[in-house]
């Protein structure tokens, strides 16, 4: 088993022992890490993924074919396969695949503390490689206890009501969305309008014991919560200064908006009148954490800040490279 990263797509090599195994990319057999867009592709045959994921994938009317894992090992042509929590969404795993060489794990989005609502990653022993991935992997990015952005954010609304405006949250409907609802039910005690997208995925996470009240801003409730002070979760990239002009002019009430972004920690965001560092991704020091825990005698450093990792831990005496 060798990683190939040759090309713009990682994949493990087996050999002649089995197809090779596609990672979060198109290929005839595929690992889907979760269910965000940019790690799903739909030209595949057989694909490796947990059942919330697949749940969530077919709520957005997606059609394929899924050989599902979920926490237990899966072994095909003496190749074994474990999915391990990842801690940054509904359904989200790493990958642990085992040969009679070597073992290998690919984290995908990795949060080693967990979020609001989903528990830390899972640490794996035993790794001869690992392919981490490195989206804040630099020093100056340092992430507050979740509770404590919780805490600004109730407080931000809280004030922000008591001023008499509507306020809107962007987050990704995925992930993000459910946090933002969660912090809003059970710090502010306040039931938040969303719309479509947002509702049906939250449903997936209702269906998976996640505790969320929320309106579907498409219903008779949702109509009438709207015709009166109101907190909506929207998706991120629906957040902006038109649409805060517009609900202003429609509602006659004047809205404040924020998003919620691991890079609000170090970018300043001007078209917001607020903005949280709420990130579902794990900070510099805790994937320096997860990196010493698993302990691997390769690694391969991907996205994000990758090449900055993989010269700190070279530095450490870990044999890292970026990729």
């Known amino acids: 088993m060798k990683l190939n990263t040759n090309c713009k797509s990682f994949v493990l090599d087996f050999g002649l022992k089995q197809p090779n195994l596609f990672l979060d990319s198109a290929g005839d057999f595929a690992f889907f890490s979760h269910a965000h867009s940019d790690h799903i592709k739909s030209n595949v045959k057989h694909v490796l993924t947990s059942k919330p994921t697949l749940s969530i994938l077919k709520s957005k009317g997606m059609k394929i074919n899924f050989d599902i894992i979920d926490k237990k ?12 929590e990842s801690g940054h969404v ?8 085992i040969t009679e060489e070597k073992s290998f794990v690919y984290t995908g989005d990795l949060n080693v503390n967990g979020t609001i609502i989903n528990p830390p990653a899972e640490v794996p022993t035993d790794v001869d490689e690992l392919l981490i991935e490195s989206t ?14 919780a805490q600004q ?14 306020i809107v949250l962007g987050g990704y409907s995925l992930g993000k969305s459910q946090e933002l609802i969660k912090i809003l039910n059970d710090y502010n005690n306040i039931c938040p309008v969303v719309n479509d997208s947002i509702s049906r995925i939250s449903q997936e996470y209702v269906a998976e014991g996640v505790k969320l009240d929320f309106i579907n801003s498409n219903t008779q409730e949702g109509h009438d919560a709207l015709s009166k002070q109101f907190v909506a979760v929207l998706p991120q990239n629906q957040v902006n200064l038109t649409l ?7 509602y006659k009430r004047s809205v404040k ?12 965001f001007s078209n917001y009148d607020e903005a949280f560092a709420l990130s579902s991704h794990s900070d510099f020091k805790s994937l320096l954490q997860y990196v010493q825990e698993v302990n691997p005698k390769k690694i391969y450093c991907n996205h994000g800040f990758s090449t900055e990792f993989a010269n700190y831990l070279r530095r450490m005496n870990y044999d890292a490279i970026s990729v």
């Open 73 to 84: 090992i899966f072994e095909k042509n003496g190749i074994s396969f474990d999915l391990l």
């Open 90 to 97: 509904l359904g989200s795993r790493q990958l642990k695949a």
């Open 136 to 149: 804040f992997a630099k020093p100056t990015y340092s992430f507050l206890d979740a509770t404590e952005v």
């Open 153 to 166: 954010i109730s407080n931000w609304v809280n004030s922000n009501l008591a001023s008499g405006h509507n």
């Open 244 to 250: 805060k002009k517009k609900l202003t002019e429609f």
């Open 257 to 268: 908006i924020a998003i919620a972004t691991g890079w609000a920690s170090s970018m300043k």
